[in-house]
């Protein structure tokens, strides 16, 4: 892309696959084709988060008809093709880097056969209506990225994986998956692992190797049991410690927010007020608890 530099978050919630969100942006065209990526087994999944007007676009030297590609719509480049594009204005999008290792796994879950090869337009996007959600709740992580914890990024990696093996590569179950919920001793054993990683260190797939569980599996029985996905359930813990620690007058919102698990106090008094609907002073001030700021 002939950056000097683009930020971006690394997960590998897939043994041996390492899935990457980078974000792409310049102002500054440098009126020139792109570079070309490495060739290997993998894709990139694109959320364009700005519209990209008469895209020139060639694979494996071949030039594709001129498209406009609309703000919120989603692209796929296979790299063993050589994705080539002119840069000539101004761009945005968030790439998704998914390695086939990532897409067997996500076959092998589903005790499926694996998937072959994506189906996609060359240079052309798609309105998906999933990969924008999904890469939309991303953009935060980039601009506040210490705010971000592994749970959250591997429930987008994971969820955006699978919608992509489905819709694009044709996954089918032919095994139903188990449906029910955790049991006593896993959810126990989950909930105390996430209670003790109130920053959000620890990943999805260390939980539920702790459970005896793939990834996958141990997000869809934790929220059948809880209601709620592990990430969720790590930000409603957040806030009950905060609340806790506020029936202290001695502490600090500051020392209240690092001991909660946030990122620092603006981190701490934006998510409290989304969920609870007042700011933490506000909420201290109206249970009686005076205290320093």
């Known amino acids: 892309m002939r950056l000097e530099t683009a930020p ?14 980078t974000e792409v942006r310049s102002e500054r065209p440098d009126y020139n084709l792109s570079g070309s990526f490495a060739k290997e087994d993998a894709y990139l999944v694109a959320l364009q988060v700005v519209e990209y007007a008469d895209q020139h676009y060639w694979e494996n030297d071949r030039k594709t ?19 080539r594009f002119l840069i000539d204005k101004p761009f945005h999008s968030l790439h998704f880097y998914i390695p086939r290792r990532a897409l ?16 996609y337009t060359p240079g052309g996007g798609v309105d998906d209506g999933v990969v924008r959600n999904l890469g939309m709740s991303m953009l935060s992580a980039f601009s506040c990225p210490a705010q971000v914890n592994k749970l ?26 188990k449906k029910g919920g955790l049991a006593a001793w896993q959810e126990k054993r989950a909930q105390e692992m996430l209670a003790a990683n109130l ?26 049991s809880t209601g709620l996905a592990p990430h969720q359930w790590l930000l409603h813990r957040r806030i009950q410690v905060s ?16 001991s909660s698990g946030f990122a620092d ?6 998510v409290f007020t989304k969920t609870v609907g007042v700011t ?9 608890v005076e205290a320093g700021s």
């Open 199 to 224: 920053n959000g260190g620890v990943s999805l797939d260390e939980v539920a190797r702790q459970c005896g569980l793939s990834p996958g599996h141990f997000g869809r029985a934790f929220r059948k």
């Open 104 to 119: 067997d796994a996500i076959a092998e879950e589903a005790h499926a056969p694996k998937v072959d090869e994506l189906s």
């Open 65 to 83: 008809p001129v498209q406009t590609l609309r703000a919120g719509e989603t692209c796929l480049y296979d790299l063993k093709r050589d994705p």
């Open 8 to 21: 971006y978050q690394l997960t590998r919630i897939f043994h041996r696959a390492d899935v990457a969100i």
């Open 152 to 177: 959250f990024l591997d429930h987008v990696t994971l969820a955006l994986t699978a919608h992509v093996a489905q819709t694009y590569g044709g996954l089918r179950r032919v095994s139903a998956h």
């Open 265 to 270: 106090q603006s981190h701490f008094t934006r």
């Open 280 to 288: 933490p002073g506000a909420w201290r001030r109206s249970c009686g």
């Open 243 to 258: 609340k806790m620690l506020m029936e202290d007058r001695r502490l600090t919102l500051t020392e209240i927010a690092l």
